[in-house]
């Protein structure tokens, strides 16, 4: 890990944020622009930006980001954990913590859907295999086929970060509705999303949008921008970092 503000306490240092990866995508990003305009475009607008950008390049919707976003000038790795919700949550969990954020249920299924796209640490989904500790049982809204698959991915006490599973083995780098198709198969990777299928509200939205790539297509775009105006710092509070990993 390159960052350490302060104390190995920063919001990157998280437990739920230590997989996350393509920083130096958010660096190279920013040391261009600071070339071009100095002090101008904040390490927030670049991640909304470079959100956009990869559900374009892989092939779901193009949608505008309003702009404007500046830095905190505070990072805290306990804000992270209090704030993102965990891989076992259920159907009420990821419902609270969402509207804790002011995002409906519906949002919330809307999102998941970006699971269509990247990867995962065996850790994110081990305990609902039966390897990992000896009473374990093959949690039983997972696929058996699909669970064994996983096993020999993920041998067990597997702790290596180099070993990761697509999200969606199907199309695992394009963006559209195999998530939901997934889903509906027993197929979702985590508790969070096989979840969804657990209550009738967002059961039907997963089988709606299975079927109707653009509905989720539209909705999809229309979450983020409301995903992305959460908490957002504009005027004079916070800054415009010169560095993305550090405040100035
Ligand atoms: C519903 C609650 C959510 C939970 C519990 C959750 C949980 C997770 C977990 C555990 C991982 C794998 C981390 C790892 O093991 O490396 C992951 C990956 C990912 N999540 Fe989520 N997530 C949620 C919502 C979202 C939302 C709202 C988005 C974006 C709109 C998103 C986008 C992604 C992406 C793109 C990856 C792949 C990252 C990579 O390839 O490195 N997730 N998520």
């Known amino acids: 890990m390159l960052v350490s ?5 920063a919001e990157m240092d ?21 070339q071009v305009c100095q002090g101008i475009v904040s390490c927030a607008d670049i991640i909304a930006f470079a959100a956009r950008d ?10 505008d980001v309003p702009s404007g976003r500046r830095d905190g000038t505070i990072s ?3 804000e992270a954990l209090a704030n993102l919700p965990p891989p076992f949550a259920d159907v009420n969990t990821l419902t609270q913590m969402f509207a804790n954020k002011g995002l409906s249920q519906d949002d ?8 269509t796209i990247g990867q995962s640490h065996c850790s994110s989904f081990s305990s609902r ?3 990992f500790s000896p009473n374990s049982s093959i949690d039983p809204t997972l696929d058996s086929t699909l669970a064994s698959e996983l096993t020999q991915q993920c041998p067990q ?15 695992p780098n394009t963006f559209d509705v195999n998530y939901y198709k997934n889903i509906l198969a027993n197929k979702g990777l985590f508790t969070s999303d096989q979840t969804l299928m657990s209550i009738n509200a967002t059961s039907a939205l997963v089988t709606k949008y299975a079927q109707d790539s ?5 909705n999809f775009a229309a979450a983020m921008v409301k995903m992305g105006n959460i908490d957002v710092l504009t005027g004079t509070n916070g800054e415009i970092r010169t560095w993305c990993h550090v405040t100035n």
């Open 214 to 218: 653009a509905t989720f297509m539209s």
């Open 5 to 9: 503000y302060p104390w190995n306490q």
């Open 129 to 131: 295999l039966n390897n």
């Open 108 to 115: 919330m299924v809307t999102l998941s859907g970006a699971h």
């Open 157 to 171: 006490h597997n702790t290596d970060p180099k070993t990761v599973v697509p999200m969606d083995p199907v199309t």
């Open 76 to 78: 805290r790795a306990s």
């Open 14 to 34: 998280a437990i739920p944020n230590q997989s996350l990866r393509g920083f130096e995508i958010i660096w190279f990003a920013k040391w261009q622009l600071e």
């Open 54 to 63: 990869s559900v374009s390049l892989t092939g779901g919707i193009t949608y």
